[in-house]
C-alpha cells in the first residue's frame, strides 16, 4: 500500500480541487450542454436510502440544470429530477445490482434514444455512471462519454479497463483510487464525488454516540467499529442496509452485539432521520479494510461537522486530514485511542475541507470541463472556449 507523504498528500488533496480557472471565469461564456446523464438503472435517483452513486448522480444533475444545462437523466422508475427523465425499464433492480440483463437492457435502451435524437437536437456528451456496458459500447455510439470510475479495481476490472478504457474520457474519484489502476489509467481526471451542502448544515453541538453506517460487510468494518466503541466504552450507532448475501456476516458478527444501549442497529435511514444521525454523532468510525475508492458517508459526517475516524486504507487517506477534520488509524485499538482526542478537532474545520473540496459548486465546474473536452475529443485550455 502506498502511504502519503506531507507533499504528496497536498498534491493530492490539491488535484481534488479544479483549477480555479473553471470554476468560475470561463463557465458564463460557454454555450450550455446537452447532456445525457446515464444512472444506473438499480435505485431510483436520489436513493430515499442506501446509494451513493445515486446521491451523487443527483447532486450533479441538479447543479447542471440550475447551471443551464439541459440535462436528460436515463434512470430507474421513481427517480426525481428538475432534468428531463427517461424510464427505461419497468421497474428499479434494487436487489439485482449489477445483474448484466437489467444493465445491458438499460443502456442499450438508452444508446439507442441518445442515436435517435441525433437527427434532431443530438446530445452533446454521455455521462456514464453505470457500471461496465456503456464503457464497453462506447465506440459504438457517435455521442462521446464521460465514463466516472465509482468502484475499485480488481484483477478482472483492471483486464476490463485495460480493454475498454480507451473509448471514453474516464473520470477518477480519488487518488488512492487511480493509485490501483491498471497501467494506461494513472492520468484520468480526479474529480470528487459531490455533495450539496445546503442539505447537510452544519452541526457543533454533539450527543454522546459514535456512528458507523454502510454496507454490512466485512470491507466496511461494522464489526471493528464495535470493537473500537466497546473499549472508548462510548455507545455506537450502526445504520446500514443488508444487501443480499450480507445477513449471515451480519447474524455472526453484529446481531450478538447488539444490546440497544452500547450497541444498536437502526438498520437503512435516509432523509433527515439520516442527516440527524450524521450531525449529532460525535464521530463517524471508518474502520474499512479495502481500497475504498471514495467514502460518500466520510464527507456527509465533515459536512456537518463531525469528524471521522478513519483507517489508513483507500481515499480515507485523502477524505480525512490527521489531525484537523478527524483522525488516520491502524487498528481498532488505535480508533478507540483517537475517540478520546476528539475534542481537538472543530466542526467547523470538518466543514470547511468539504466545502473546499467537494461541495458541488466545486465538482459541477470541474465536470462541465470535463465534458468539454470529451467533446472536443483532444485536451484543450480553458481560454480556448473564452
Ligand atoms: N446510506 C443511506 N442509508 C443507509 C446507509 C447508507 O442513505 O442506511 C447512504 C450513505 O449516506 C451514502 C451511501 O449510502 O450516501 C453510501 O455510499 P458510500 O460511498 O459511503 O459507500 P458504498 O458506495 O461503498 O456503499
Not at 442497529?265 to 479494510?289: C, D, T
Not at 481515499?315 to 485511542?337: H, Q
Request: charged share 20%; with cysteine.
Amino acid at each position: 500500500m502506498t502511504v502519503l507523504t506531507a507533499r504528496s498528500r497536498r498534491r493530492s488533496l490539491d488535484r481534488l480541487r479544479p483549477p480555479e480557472a473553471i470554476t468560475a471565469r470561463a463557465a458564463p461564456k460557454l454555450r450550455p450542454l446537452k447532456i445525457a446523464m446515464l444512472a444506473p438503472p438499480w435505485i431510483p435517483v436520489p436513493a430515499l436510502g442506501y446509494g451513493g452513486v445515486e446521491s451523487v448522480v443527483s447532486d450533479l444533475t441538479e447543479a447542471l440544470v440550475t447551471r443551464g444545462h439541459d440535462v436528460t437523466m436515463f434512470c430507474a422508475p421513481g427517480s426525481r429530477s428538475a432534468a428531463r427523465i427517461i424510464t427505461l425499464l419497468d421497474a428499479a433492480h434494487p436487489d439485482e445490482i449489477e445483474r448484466s440483463l437489467y444493465e445491458s437492457d438499460h443502456v442499450a435502451r438508452a444508446f439507442a434514444f441518445i442515436d435517435e435524437a441525433r437527427a434532431d437536437e443530438p446530445f452533446d456528451v454521455i455521462h456514464d455512471h453505470c457500471g461496465f456496458t456503456a464503457l464497453a459500447m462506447a465506440d459504438r455510439i457517435d455521442t462521446p462519454v464521460v465514463h466516472t470510475l465509482h468502484g475499485s479495481f480488481t484483477a478482472s476490472t483492471s483486464e476490463f479497463y485495460e480493454h475498454h478504457g480507451h473509448k471514453a474520457a474516464l473520470v477518477g474519484i480519488s487518488q488512492a483510487q487511480l493509485g490501483t489502476a491498471p497501467d494506461g489509467l494513472e492520468s484520468a481526471a480526479v474529480i470528487a464525488n459531490p455533495i450539496d451542502m445546503t442539505a447537510w448544515p452544519l452541526q457543533r453541538e454533539k450527543a454522546d454516540y459514535l456512528l458507523w453506517i454502510g454496507r454490512m460487510t466485512e470491507e466496511k468494518g461494522p464489526h471493528r467499529a464495535i470493537e473500537a466503541a466497546r473499549a472508548a466504552n462510548v455507545p455506537l450507532i450502526l445504520a446500514g442496509v443488508i444487501q443480499p448475501g450480507q445477513q449471515a456476516f451480519y447474524d455472526r458478527e453484529i446481531a450478538p452485539h447488539v444490546d440497544g444501549q452500547k450497541v444498536r442497529f437502526v438498520g437503512e435511514v435516509g432523509g433527515s432521520a439520516k442527516r440527524s444521525l450524521f450531525a449529532n454523532a460525535r464521530a463517524l468510525l471508518m474502520p474499512i479494510r479495502w481500497e475504498e475508492p471514495f467514502g460518500m458517508v466520510m464527507v456527509e459526517a465533515l459536512a456537518c461537522g463531525t469528524p471521522v475516524i478513519a483507517f489508513r486504507e483507500g481515499a480515507a487517506r485523502e477524505l480525512v486530514v490527521d489531525g484537523e477534520t478527524g483522525f488516520l488509524v491502524d487498528d481498532e485499538a488505535e480508533m478507540a485511542a483517537a475517540i478520546g482526542r476528539l475534542h481537538m478537532i472543530g466542526p467547523a474545520a470538518c466543514r470547511t475541507w468539504v466545502a473546499e473540496h467537494c461541495d458541488i459548486s466545486v465538482v459541477a465546474p470541474a465536470y462541465e470541463h470535463a465534458y468539454r473536452e470529451a467533446l472536443n475529443r483532444v485536451p484543450i485550455g480553458v481560454a480556448a472556449y473564452a
